[in-house]
């Protein structure tokens, strides 16, 4: 009975209409309704990508042909590192400008999106200038190991429109940093949505009309680009024209703060970037190129659970940043309870059964055989827990301005997974990557979450 409640009490905050926050109360349920609402858009779009690459995969194949195929997949990987180009300046707006909402401060938080956004077209001005200056000098063929003639001719065009449509969504994607921090991840979740399916129609119509490489490629990048510069324009224009940036809002302290908070940031992202990395290159290294292939299918599996519990966390970013700055405590302690309950309740059966099945699952996808064995997939599936787990505590400390904290557990998770996974796969073999990463974890992350929490949430500020 009392689940049932609960479960009512839950579905009673999706909804469209917004709850009166005038008073504690309504703005608990206005923050639950974000999430709630933000979450399922955000599933939505990331449903809708990867099926779109499930979708694609063969017919770009056929289309493509092998090497040309591989190629694509080459560029998308390297432009993937452009993720890293905009210093970490977008989770600093997004930190700073959820307490301004928090403190009903506009007039700060649009000194902080002129800022930013003079910082972002900076940092894309200055890469698109250099990619130019070196992309003559480049021997991009060579480079990427093409011998097709065909695809000789298109490498270089196609990774000059993949990367200037990368860095050009830089400060064309303000818009949705600004839906972001505002708690409004259902907005944006929605045009990225479009943008997906943009993205899908320009691939199938090129396919269609037999275009080469580089259409594709404008196809595949300059879609999302369009969508997002499009976006831009109406968070502004319309959702909230009060930010909308002047010369005279440009303000050095504003600006070097948001840069400063964005590079902690970017640490933290470079560092579980790297421990991930590594488990490709640990792997290869101790093991060999074959068991890279049978570790990354069945990571792959795992990692849908951490995909869609970092999109469920997310929104709870900016909740308890705008919360903390109203001094509503209680619902940042309530909120914080629930969700590790529930995150505990999902992850644990579903994580429990992929291991299960995980053998019986990659012989029927890829037809590979003894490549899941137990002592692998239950370090997986741990491991799915635990990241799971340190998602939603993320976003609780990143809430919070807890940062410091976070950047030392960071790299000493690094340091610790890289040496543990290393001396782990050469004692047991494959299943010693997972469990490095495991141990690694709840030593440097998970033991000293564990006592700073429960401090932080009995403390009157928490």
């Excluded at 011998?147 to 050009?168: F, M």
């Amino acid at each position: 009975m009392a689940v049932g409640i609960r479960a009512k009490e839950a579905l009673a905050v999706v909804r469209f209409r917004p709850f009166d926050t005038t008073t504690e109360h309504g703005r608990s349920k206005e923050r639950a309704r974000r999430i709630a609402l933000a979450a399922l858009a955000s599933g939505a779009a990331r449903l809708l990508s990867i099926g779109t690459a499930l979708f694609t995969i063969p017919l770009t194949l056929n289309y493509l042909g092998a090497e040309r195929y591989g190629l694509w997949m080459t560029i998308s990987s390297f432009v993937a590192l452009v993720t890293f180009a905009d210093l970490g300046i977008g989770n600093g707006l997004l930190s700073v400008l959820s307490e301004c909402d928090g403190k009903g401060d506009r007039e700060s938080a649009r000194k902080y999106v002129a800022s930013a956004l003079a910082l972002l077209a900076g940092i894309s001005a200055l890469l698109i200038a250099a990619f130019v200056v070196v992309y003559p000098l480049v021997p991009w063929p060579r480079l990427f190991n093409v011998t097709n003639p065909q695809a000789a001719v298109e490498c270089g065009p196609a990774i000059g429109v993949a990367v200037i449509c990368s860095l050009l969504a830089i400060p064309l994607g303000m818009g949705q940093k600004i839906q972001n921090a505002y708690q409004d991840g259902f907005g944006a979740s929605l045009w990225a949505f479009g943008g997906s399916a943009l993205a899908l129609a320009g691939v199938l119509i090129a396919i269609y009309y037999n275009a080469g490489l580089v259409i594709l490629a404008l196809a595949f990048s300059g879609a999302p680009l369009a969508v997002h510069a499009l976006n831009s324009i109406i968070v502004f224009r319309r959702k909230y024209p009060w930010l909308i940036p002047r010369t005279r809002d440009l303000a050095g302290e504003f600006g070097s703060r948001v840069a400063r908070i964005g590079a902690v940031f970017l640490v933290l992202h470079i560092c579980f970037t790297v421990a991930m990395a590594s488990d490709n290159v640990v792997a290869a290294h101790v093991l060999g190129h074959e068991d890279v292939a049978r570790y990354s299918v069945v990571h792959r599996l795992f990692s849908i659970i951490l995909t869609f519990a970092a999109i469920a966390a997310q929104p709870f970013w900016p909740a308890y940043s705008e919360a903390a700055a109203r001094g509503d405590v209680e619902w940042t302690r309530r909120a914080l309870r629930r969700s590790i309950v529930i995150c505990l309740i999902v992850t644990v059966p579903v994580a429990t059964a992929l291991a299960i099945a995980c053998g019986d699952i990659v012989r029927l996808w890829t037809g590979m055989v003894n490549s899941a064995p137990w002592e692998l997939t239950s370090g997986m599936a741990l491991w799915a827990v635990l990241s799971s787990l340190g998602a939603l505590l993320a976003m609780f400390l990143n809430g919070l301005r807890i940062v410091r904290l976070q950047v030392v557990c960071a790299i000493a998770f690094v340091i610790g997974a890289v040496v543990g996974k290393v001396a782990l796969t050469q004692w047991i073999g494959l299943p010693g990557i997972a469990w490095g990463n495991v141990l690694s974890y709840t030593a440097f992350v998970a033991v000293p979450y564990m006592i700073v929490l429960p401090r932080r949430l009995a403390t009157s500020n928490a």
